[in-house]
């Protein structure tokens, strides 16, 4: 069979047998996909040091026919993440990004979710520091909606009915995966969001109109709730490593 030659990323390695690796890789033909490296452990590996985290080459693949591990030719890298590693803000956001993708990604050939990953990748080496907190919520928040979970603003949630964004505070429930009405809202346990709180949210996630200006306390709250609803609509409740270590705030004093 014939190799596939894809653009790609690797979101984590791990040792197989005393001289290779296996990849996990984020892939533009083929979704997210594991694979061999065979030798790559080996001094003079043709691999060298190319299957690092968060890389982005040209993979090239044999599929196998009758497993879901695959054997990776070669990876020849062309953007290595050296700014990602020098900055630990960049670092935090660019690792929930990787996690998404490799826990929740589809194992099939969805081009508008791997470029948006990349994208938001070199969004994030490129930015100015002070900008990388709000645009690693924006591009987090927009992953999620790549992936099919974006949450429901307008509308509530559980019956359809329209919500104003002016009453006085509007219900949002992870749980039920948005806003809820006054009605629906009655015993549910939710956050209280104002109308700015909504304005903001819409324009992370779909990305329209400019980045809200956050302060820390309102950027700790909406890394929260992002948390929260993936938590629910995603992980089952299950660990999120790199969510834990983006909501932690005790290594921002270690800069």
Same mark, same amino acid.
């Given at each position: 069979?014939?190799?596939?030659?894809?653009?790609?990323?690797?979101?984590?390695?791990?040792?197989?047998?005393?001289?290779?690796?296996?990849?996990?890789?984020?892939?533009?033909?083929?979704?997210?996909?594991?694979?061999? @490296?065979?030798?790559?452990?080996?001094?003079?590996?043709? &691999?060298?040091?190319?299957?690092?985290?968060?890389?982005?080459?040209? @993979?090239?693949?044999?599929?196998?026919?009758?497993?879901?591990?695959?054997?990776?030719?070669? &990876?020849?890298?062309?953007?290595? $993440?050296?700014?990602? @590693?020098? !900055?630990?803000?960049?670092?935090?956001?660019?690792?929930?990004?990787?996690?998404? #993708?490799?826990?929740?990604? $589809?194992?099939?050939? !969805?081009? =508008?979710?791997?470029?948006?990953?990349?994208?938001?990748?070199?969004?994030?080496?490129?930015?100015?520091?002070?900008?990388?907190?709000?645009?690693?919520?924006?591009?987090?928040?927009? %992953?999620?909606?790549?992936?099919?979970?974006?949450?429901?603003?307008?509308?509530?949630?559980?019956?359809?009915? $329209?919500?104003?964004?002016?009453?006085?505070?509007?219900? &949002?429930?992870?749980?039920?995966?948005?806003?809820?009405?006054?009605?629906?809202?009655?015993?549910?346990?939710?956050?209280?969001?104002?109308?700015?709180?909504?304005?903001?949210?819409?324009? #992370?996630?779909? =990305?329209?109109?400019?980045?809200?200006?956050?302060?820390?306390?309102?950027?700790?709250?909406?890394?929260? %709730?992002?948390?929260?609803?993936?938590?629910?609509?995603?992980?089952?409740?299950?660990?999120?490593?790199? &969510?834990?270590?983006?909501?932690?705030?005790?290594?921002?004093?270690?800069?």
């Amino acid at each position: 069979m014939a190799p596939v030659e894809t653009v790609a990323t690797i979101l984590s390695t791990f040792a197989y047998g005393e001289t290779s690796k296996i990849a996990r890789l984020a892939t533009r033909e083929l979704g997210v996909v594991s694979a061999i @490296a065979k030798g790559a452990r080996r001094p003079k590996s043709k &691999f060298g040091v190319a299957l690092q985290s968060l890389c982005g080459g040209q @993979a090239t693949i044999y599929l196998a026919r009758h497993s879901d591990l695959h054997t990776l030719a070669s &990876f020849d890298v062309t953007t290595v $993440p050296e700014e990602l @590693a020098r !900055n630990i803000d960049r670092y935090a956001s660019a690792s929930v990004l990787g996690e998404l #993708m490799i826990r929740f990604s $589809p194992h099939e050939r !969805n081009v =508008g979710l791997y470029d948006f990953f990349a994208h938001s990748l070199a969004v994030l080496v490129a930015v100015p520091d002070d900008a990388v907190p709000i645009l690693g919520l924006r591009s987090i928040w927009g %992953l999620v909606k790549q992936l099919g979970f974006a949450p429901t603003l307008t509308q509530c949630a559980r019956d359809g009915v $329209p919500v104003d964004w002016h009453q006085a505070a509007v219900a &949002f429930s992870p749980p039920h995966g948005g806003v809820l009405c006054p009605s629906c809202s009655r015993g549910v346990e939710s956050s209280q969001l104002t109308a700015r709180d909504l304005e903001d949210l819409e324009v #992370m996630i779909h =990305g329209r109109g400019d980045l809200p200006a956050l302060d820390d306390r309102y950027l700790a709250a909406h890394r929260r %709730l992002l948390e929260r609803y993936v938590r629910y609509h995603l992980a089952d409740g299950g660990d999120l490593p790199g &969510f834990a270590f983006w909501l932690a705030q005790d290594w921002k004093t270690r800069r």
